[in-house]
Nanobody, 122 residues
Framework: QVQLVESGGGLVHTGGSLRLSCAASGSIFSINAMGWYRQAPGKQRELVAVITSGGSTNYGDSVKGRFTISRDNAKNTVFLQMNSLKPEDTAVYYC????????????????WGQGTQVTVSS
């Protein structure tokens, strides 16, 4: 069973920085893209950033130039460096792995972490 576990959330003032981590564990052979999404109260879940196994990245418009996604393929871990944080970045941040090649069952799909709260105070 593949599990994603996020860490690194917390409370920060406007203009501050946080670094989120998401480690995938289980019988994993490889993971294609990994990404971060967020959901604020009363709003739909939105894409923050995604990174392919080859390192190509894509960002949501609201975080371009402030957030950086990276990954360590050997450790099945993805990171999100968040700089110049704003109150509107306040949300629960979720890690996602849409396609995981497992050792026992081949490709399995759509794994999510439990979420980590990021709160930016004004």
């Amino acid at each position: 069973q593949v599990q994603l576990v996020e860490s690194g959330g917390g409370l920060v003032h406007t203009g501050g920085s946080l670094r989120l981590s998401c480690a995938a564990s289980g019988s994993i052979f490889s993971i294609n893209a990994m990404g971060w999404y967020r959901q604020a109260p009363g709003k739909q879940r939105e894409l923050v950033a995604v990174i392919t196994s080859g390192g190509s990245t894509n960002y949501g418009d609201s975080v371009k130039g402030r957030f950086t996604i990276s990954r360590d393929n050997a450790k099945n871990t993805v990171f999100l460096q968040m700089n110049s944080l704003k109150p509107e970045d306040t949300a629960v941040y979720y890690c996602n792995a849409p396609e995981v090649n497992t050792l026992n069952n081949g490709w399995e799909f759509d794994f999510w972490g439990q979420g980590t709260q990021v709160t930016v105070s004004s």
